[in-house]
T-cell receptor
Framework: QKEVEQDPGPLSVPEGAIVSLNCTYSNSAFQYFMWYRQYSRKGPELLMYTYSSGNKEDGRFTAQVDKSSKYISLFIRDSQPSDSATYLCAITIQGAQKLVFGQGTRLTINP | DVKVTQSSRYLVKRTGEKVFLECVQDMDHENMFWYRQDPGLGLRLIYFSYDVKMKEKGDIPEGYSVSREKKERFSLILESASTNQTSMYLC????????????FGEGSWLTVV
C-alpha cells in the first residue's frame, strides 16, 4: 500500500464549478499536510499548508483534513480556467526531512 | 523571493553519455532534493542532501549520483544515461525539517535517445 494515494484523474469541470480533490494516507503519524499546484512544464508551488484536523481557507481555496479517516481534501470554489493545473498533495511528520507526495490530479477547467 | 534555479531546461543526450544536471538555490537552505516526475508515477525522490557533502538515497537512486560541494549547489549525475531515464527532473530546497516549505525549480526535461 502506498503511503499516500491520490486519484490521478484527469478531472474536467466547467468554469464556476466547485472542485474537490482528495488524498488518503496510511500512516497516522503524519501531521503536516500540503497542497502544491503545478502548471504545465513548471515546477510545483505551495498552495496550502495545514497542520491540524479541520478546515483552512485562503480565498477560493479550502484545505480540509480529517485525521480520523486519514483523508485530506482541497476544495476550489468558483473555479477558473487559470486553475487548470496538476494538484499534488504532500504530507510529512515532525522532524522528517522528506515529504511524501501523492501522484497528482490533473485538473482542467473548461470556459 | 526564494529562487531555485535549474540551469538546463531542455536537454537531449545519447545513451551512454554522462549527464550533469545543476541546481542552485539562493536562500541558504540546508536541504536540497532531486526528484523525477513521470506520468502516472508522480514525484519520486532520487537523492537528497541535508548539508554540504552529505547525501542520502531516496526511493529511486539506482543509476544516479549526486554532489554537494557548496551549500547552494546540488548536482545530479547520470553516469551512463539510458533511455529509461528520459523524464522531467525537479530540484528543490527547504530550510530545516520538511514541515517548512519546500521550493521547487522549474524542472529539467531530459530526453535520452
Amino acid at each position: 500500500q502506498k503511503e499516500v494515494e491520490q486519484d490521478p484523474g484527469p478531472l474536467s469541470v466547467p468554469e464556476g464549478a466547485i472542485v474537490s480533490l482528495n488524498c488518503t494516507y496510511s500512516n497516522s503519524a503524519f501531521q503536516y499536510f500540503m497542497w502544491y499546484r503545478q502548471y504545465s512544464r513548471k515546477g510545483p508551488e505551495l498552495l496550502m499548508y495545514t497542520y491540524s484536523s479541520g478546515n483552512k481557507e485562503d480565498g477560493r481555496f479550502t484545505a480540509q483534513v480529517d485525521k480520523s479517516s486519514k483523508y485530506i481534501s482541497l476544495f476550489i470554489r468558483d473555479s477558473q480556467p487559470s486553475d487548470s493545473a496538476t494538484y499534488l498533495c504532500a504530507i510529512t511528520i515532525q522532524g522528517a526531512q522528506k515529504l511524501v507526495f501523492g501522484q497528482g490530479t490533473r485538473l482542467t477547467i473548461n470556459p | 523571493d526564494v529562487k531555485v534555479t535549474q540551469s538546463s531546461r531542455y536537454l537531449v543526450k545519447r545513451t551512454g553519455e554522462k549527464v550533469f544536471l545543476e541546481c542552485v538555490q539562493d536562500m541558504d537552505h540546508e536541504n536540497m532534493f532531486w526528484y523525477r516526475q513521470d506520468p502516472g508515477l508522480g514525484l519520486r525522490l532520487i537523492y537528497f542532501s541535508y548539508d554540504v557533502k552529505m547525501k542520502e538515497k531516496g526511493d529511486i537512486p539506482e543509476g544516479y549520483s549526486v554532489s554537494r560541494e557548496k551549500k547552494e549547489r546540488f548536482s545530479l549525475i547520470l553516469e551512463s544515461a539510458s533511455t529509461n531515464q528520459t523524464s522531467m527532473y525537479l530540484c528543490a530546497s527547504s530550510r530545516g525539517w520538511s514541515g517548512n516549505t519546500i521550493y521547487f525549480g522549474e524542472g529539467s526535461w531530459l530526453t535520452v535517445v
